[in-house]
Structures are given as C-alpha cells and as structure tokens.
Nanobody, 114 residues
Framework: VQLQASGGGLVQTGGSLRLSCAAS????????MGWYRQAPGKQRELVTV???????RYADSVMGRFTSSRDNAKKMVFLQMNNLKPEDTAVYYC?????????WGQGTQVTVSS
C-alpha cells in the first residue's frame, strides 16, 4: 500500500492550500481515509476522517475551515484548507484504514506565516 501526499507549502495567515493523497495497493472504496498532522514537539493529531461511506469528522480546531473529500474512482482524498492560521503549521499525513490494516503516507509540510 502506498499513500502519496502532496500540496503542502508556505502560505500566509488567512490563505488556502489543498492537499491531495493518492492511494495505491488498497481497496480504496472500502477504506476510511484520514488526515493527521504533527507539529514540532507535539503528538500527531487527527485533523479529519472521511469514511468509506462518505461521513466526515473534523477536529474542533479546523471545523468550518477545512473540508475533506474523496474520489473513489481516482483513489484520491483531498483536504481543502481555508483561513489558515500559524497554529496549522505541521507535517500533514494521509492515513488509510483498510480491510487489511492501517497505513500512512510520507507527509507533506504546511507552513503558515504570521
């Protein structure tokens, strides 16, 4: 299983970024897909999960600013991040909970300047 995250970068406060994660080697339509993030010196935390059925759950800190979506045909999951804040600075990881296991991508850096 491979999860390839992309779309990170440097953005100013209030800006937007769209992260993408391409999955392979997994029954994507059956997997719950998540985005996690880890800031320096902090534990990895859940940002959002979008289930195989399309239900979404968000961390309180990103509610109303971030939106996750998925394209089962393309085996991709997306994270639209709006109104970014410096506290959103972190490495963002794509996660898949599939039928056979729990998988992680390599991460993409998001840096929000004040």
């Amino acid at each position: 299983v491979q999860l390839q995250a992309s779309g990170g970068g440097l953005v100013q406060t209030g800006g937007s970024l769209r992260l993408s994660c391409a999955a392979s080697g997994i029954s994507f339509s059956l997997a719950d897909m998540g985005w996690y993030r880890q800031a320096p010196g902090k534990q990895r935390e859940l940002v959002t999960v979008i289930t195989s059925g399309g239900s979404r759950r968000y961390a309180d800190s990103v509610m109303g600013r971030f939106t996750s979506s998925r394209d089962n045909a393309k085996k991709m999951v997306f994270l639209q991040m709006n109104n970014l804040k410096p506290e959103d600075t972190a490495v963002y990881y794509c996660n898949a909970i599939g039928v056979l296991g729990n998988y992680w991508g390599q991460g993409t850096q998001v840096t929000v300047s004040s």
